[in-house]
């Protein structure tokens, strides 16, 4: 009821204009796990009254689906192999743009409350002006024995203690916090990169039981021919291949449970945002880094190779003052989309060359401004065995009984599992091709979306696809061709320079001519 009053009051005053930023972004949230986007069963009133005040993306797809190189991504407006971010501890230093930093640039407040896998150590000073992951638990232990199936799967029991004993609600209460205290006239960027439903599949009663099981839609089956070579080993790795379909109905429960909590989490800060009068000057976005398997294929988590709709894709609902309420925008966009939207909602110029399409006019003009024609594409994998998870310059594999000693061990002694990967997405057709030196055509892929939307029977190699096939491999290669480097933004003289030292030392003749007119040296 206060927010509703609010929301009338402010709607009274002025527009100001997109001032302020906030990003709300959960972390492994897939776009087909929320109300809005057509779940028949979780409750996420939340976001879905949000999409009805914003525009929500029904097809935006990552450039990776793992952490680091995924934030990586959307916070430059580049692909992974831009500047080669492939692996989780290659991070953004200071002599790279960002997102934040531009903003940090033009004086905002730049907020941080919860997880980094962003910026490295050197990028902080310049890019963020508070950042803080807040204490607290989100998940519940692990009381499987090692030699339960069970024990490798991520599903814990209930997180102990209440809302407020949890980081993400931490997080999101010092964002809380901050905007009580924010001036009118102060603009800030607020980034709350929070933990849930990152696995282990846990959270806090009563949305931990939130769903029984047993009403959960049929997932995606496990063990379907023509797959990837992962998809077998991370089910062998992790000695789950003898688990039911009962087990993974209840682990995606609570994976819904955790998005139920999310959304939770988010009605408390939109509140806030209007309570405090900031909902006219401020665009809030909601969205992923990646996906999450939660049970669908008898898979959990996520694979650096594996490029599955249910870990590209994500959701993306943007609110922005002054722009179209409740559009749906079908035509496919690129996560890293939000680098120049934002920029260019708040009047900032892009000072760096990169691949993101500035949605601003779809925002605030329709949806029919959106290129429907638009493919997307999305990166994954390791050919240097020291990105791989696990390797011995970091730290080498964990012990048993952490719980991604499967992963790290499978990547270890099955490399080929965990190759290059690259895809291309149209409305129509999905290609994922994989490389390794070992193997030049890997366990690549290829879906017709338009009969097979769940990606359960692949048709690479299949003769009748064989046109559609050869014109998405020369897509994905004329986009490697466009997107592989970025120039320096800032232009050079050539012949610059001189002289130099800028202060010739007394005595010395100064230009040296014993090599021609051109010489331009000093001694």
Known sequence: MIRVAVVALLALSPLLGAQNVILFQPDEMRAESLGCYGHPLVKTPNFDQFAKEGTRFDQAHVSYTVCSQSRVSFVTGWP?????????????????PNLLKYFKNQSYTVF?????????????NSSVTTARQMGGTNHGPNTFSQDDPRYYSFLSD????????????????????FLAKQPKDAPFFIFLPLLLPHPPYSTIEPYYSMYDPETIPDLRPADLPDKPDYHHLIRQYRNITTLDTAFWKKLHAVYLGSISFSDYLFGLLLAAVDVHGFRDSTTVAVFADHGDYAGDYGLVEKWPSGLEDVLTRVPLIVRTPGGVQGQVVHSPVQLFDIVPTLLDLANIPLQHVQFGVSQKDVLLHGAHLADPNRSVFAEGGYNEPRDLEGDASTGGIPSKDNIYYPKSKQQQEKPLSVCRAASVRTSTHKLVVRTHPLDEDHDSELYDLVHDPLELHNVYGNASYAGVQSALKNKLFIWYMETSDVTPWNEDKRNGGYPWPPTIPAGDVGMDTSHGDDAHTYF
């Open 112 to 124: 941080w409350r919860g997880k980094n896998d962003m910026l490295a150590h050197s990028s902080w």
């Open 158 to 177: 209930p997180a102990v203690g209440g809302v407020s004993t949890t980081q993400d609600y931490r997080n999101v209460a010092a964002a809380i916090s």
């Open 80 to 96: 992974t192999h831009v500047r080669g971010h492939r692996s989780l501890w290659a991070l953004l230093h200071d002599d790279e």
